[in-house]
């Protein structure tokens, strides 16, 4: 009763701060602009509702269905549906994607650090500094780093706020098509969809809950509501970018733990794990690779939903996410389905084409 407590909770909150954090640090190093533009936030929250929201439901559904974390649940689910054993690689495509992603938002959040407090220190080496504390963090318990996290997030919001940050007013700019690829990364990858993040957050909650609704859409709110605060965020000033840093550090920290347990549920050696989960986090260390690793970062995450879409959409079989689903009437249902077939992976390859033409 205790565990289905707390995952009710947990998820959402999780949602919203991993979603602020990581937006916070990943769209000032990969050049995403959303200063109070009208039209590149109409994107967004269109990407967020044609894609966020059906890969949230995705993701639940799964979770619902598999009993179990993502790595784990795709063997399960690969056999249920007949299917061939390579898209089991989903799942490992998204096990090394969790600590490379905490990689990027430690590094990210080096330099937004290093600008803002004037450090002499070279970025990678104020990064090795970080990472060395976010692999400590993640032994802590997961409740509390969550709370950890929140409590960072909350006072960077209030104080950014208080050092006077100077926002620019709402204005309309023409839109372009680079912008699709941008507001599909801050709608999918920033939120951590198809990482199987969540679906390990809720698998308690979910398993008494007989639509998946119930835990879908509050992660998908709060996952909202990450990027309207971000719209009022800025570092302006030292005090601000120190709290990010800490929040930044819990927040890997948190994720570094639920990728370990999930490579400790496909009884992997524990020498073999602490080397995926140290080279994927301290890759970043590396000089002059930041900007590199930002862009397969985008398209590594944008990767790993298009698999998932194909996977439930074209190869599982229907009776099964119907009933993981359990929407209170067959249209809801279908329209969610024909998101996940056609509209996501014909969105996201897009993104993944803009993304690409924007860097070259």
Same mark, same amino acid.
């Given at each position: 009763?205790?565990?289905?407590?707390?995952?009710?909770?947990?998820?959402?909150?999780?949602?919203?701060?991993?979603?602020?954090?990581?937006?916070?640090?990943?769209?000032?190093?990969?050049?995403?602009?959303?200063?109070?533009?009208?039209?590149?936030?109409?994107?967004?929250?269109?990407?967020?509702?044609?894609? +966020?929201?059906?890969?949230?439901?995705?993701?639940?559904?799964? +979770?619902?269905?598999?009993?179990?974390?993502?790595?784990? %649940?795709?063997?399960?689910?690969?056999?249920?549906?007949?299917?061939?054993?390579?898209?089991?690689?989903?799942?490992?495509?998204?096990?090394?994607?969790?600590?490379?992603?905490?990689?990027?938002?430690?590094?990210?959040?080096?330099?937004?650090?290093?600008?803002?407090?004037?450090?002499?220190?070279?970025?990678?080496?104020?990064?090795?500094?970080?990472?060395?504390?976010?692999?400590?963090?993640?032994?802590?318990?997961?409740?509390?780093?969550?709370?950890?996290?929140?409590?960072?997030?909350? %006072?960077?919001?209030?104080?950014?706020?208080?050092?006077?940050?100077?926002?620019?007013?709402?204005?309309?700019?023409?839109?372009?098509?680079?912008?699709?690829?941008?507001?599909?990364?801050? %709608?999918?990858?920033?939120?951590?969809?198809?990482?199987?993040?969540?679906?390990?957050?809720?698998?308690?909650?979910?398993?008494?809950?007989?639509?998946?609704?119930?835990?879908?859409?509050?992660?998908?709110?709060?996952?909202?509501?990450?990027?309207?605060?971000?719209?009022?965020?800025?570092?302006?000033?030292?005090?601000?970018?120190?709290?990010?840093?800490?929040?930044?550090?819990?927040?890997?920290?948190?994720?570094?733990?639920?990728?370990?347990?999930?490579?400790?549920?496909?009884?992997?050696?524990?020498?073999?794990?602490?080397?995926?989960?140290?080279?994927?986090?301290?890759?970043?260390?590396?000089?002059?690779?930041?900007?590199?690793?930002?862009?397969?970062?985008?398209?590594?995450?944008?990767?790993?939903?298009?698999?998932?879409?194909?996977? +439930?959409?074209?190869?599982?079989?229907?009776?099964?996410?119907?009933?993981?689903?359990?929407?209170?009437?067959?249209?809801?249902?279908?329209?969610?389905?024909?998101?996940?077939?056609?509209?996501?992976?014909? %969105?996201?390859?897009?993104?993944?084409?803009?993304?690409?033409?924007?860097?070259?």
């Amino acid at each position: 009763m205790q565990d289905h407590a707390m995952s009710k909770w947990l998820s959402p909150l999780m949602a919203f701060c991993l979603s602020f954090i990581v937006i916070a640090t990943l769209a000032p190093m990969t050049g995403i602009q959303i200063d109070r533009q009208l039209d590149f936030w109409m994107l967004w929250l269109t990407a967020m509702l044609i894609l +966020a929201l059906p890969v949230c439901y995705l993701e639940i559904a799964l +979770a619902k269905r598999s009993k179990t974390t993502a790595l784990q %649940a795709l063997s399960n689910l690969t056999r249920d549906a007949d299917a061939s054993q390579k898209w089991r690689l989903a799942g490992w495509f998204g096990a090394v994607f969790i600590p490379f992603l905490a990689g990027g938002m430690l590094s990210n959040s080096a330099q937004i650090l290093n600008f803002s407090a004037g450090f002499s220190a070279a970025p990678n080496i104020l990064f090795a500094a970080l990472a060395v504390a976010a692999v400590a963090a993640s032994f802590i318990p997961r409740q509390l780093t969550v709370l950890l996290t929140a409590a960072g997030v909350l %006072a960077a919001l209030v104080l950014a706020n208080a050092f006077g940050t100077a926002l620019p007013a709402w204005h309309v700019t023409s839109v372009e098509f680079s912008e699709w690829g941008s507001a599909s990364v801050l %709608a999918l990858v920033a939120s951590g969809l198809g990482l199987g993040l969540y679906w390990q957050s809720s698998l308690s909650a979910i398993q008494t809950q007989d639509s998946a609704t119930k835990s879908a859409l509050p992660i998908w709110i709060a996952q909202l509501l990450a990027v309207v605060a971000f719209g009022f965020f800025a570092v302006a000033s030292v005090i601000p970018a120190y709290i990010l840093t800490f929040a930044t550090v819990m927040a890997a920290g948190l994720i570094l733990n639920m990728a370990r347990e999930q490579l400790q549920q496909r009884q992997l050696q524990l020498p073999v794990q602490w080397l995926i989960l140290l080279a994927a986090v301290f890759a970043w260390a590396i000089p002059q690779v930041t900007a590199v690793f930002n862009l397969v970062l985008m398209l590594w995450g944008l990767v790993i939903c298009l698999i998932y879409a194909v996977f +439930a959409g074209w190869i599982m079989k229907i009776s099964h996410l119907r009933k993981a689903m359990n929407f209170s009437n067959e249209a809801l249902y279908n329209i969610w389905r024909i998101a996940v077939r056609i509209v996501l992976p014909v %969105a996201i390859i897009a993104a993944m084409i803009a993304v690409i033409g924007k860097f070259f």
